[in-house]
Nanobody, 123 residues
Framework: QVQLVESGGGFVQPGGSLRLSCTVS????????VAWFRQPPGKDREFVAA????????YYADSVKGRFTISRDFAKNTVYLQMNSLKPEDTAAYYC????????????????WGQGTQVTVSS
């Protein structure tokens, strides 16, 4: 079993920054990647970024490339999502997910999910 706990969401004005954290606990065998997804109000969950646990390869959605950075801290078992130059369209509930069965960008491929943290970007 793997548990994920997100934190760091909040309210920010356009152009501002936030850093989300996802702390992963439980068994580590089979944990191959951790990703961030988001779900805007009334829309489907969408891929934001992913990082592989071995090698730290990173992947981003085109909509956040150049603005968001995903990273991980082995010692703390934590994955971060640094979000800069935030826009109103970044408003969503953000979820971290772990252990993909295949495609890093597909929500349905992940076995474990956190409870989510809300990010609101508004003036």
């Amino acid at each position: 079993q793997v548990q994920l706990v997100e934190s760091g969401g909040g309210f920010v004005q356009p152009g501002g920054s936030l850093r989300l954290s996802c702390t992963v606990s439980g068994r580590t065998f089979g944990r191959n990647a951790v990703a961030w997804f988001r779900q805007p109000p009334g829309k489907d969950r969408e891929f934001v970024a992913a990082i592989t646990w071995i090698g730290s390869s990173t992947y981003y959605a085109d909509s956040v490339k150049g603005r968001f950075t995903i990273s991980r801290d082995f010692a703390k078992n934590t994955v971060y999502l640094q979000m800069n130059s935030l826009k109103p369209e970044d408003t969503a509930a953000y979820y971290c997910a772990a252990e993909t069965r295949g495609n890093l960008r597909l929500a349905g491929e992940y076995a474990y999910w956190g409870q989510g943290t809300q990010v609101t970007v508004s003036s």
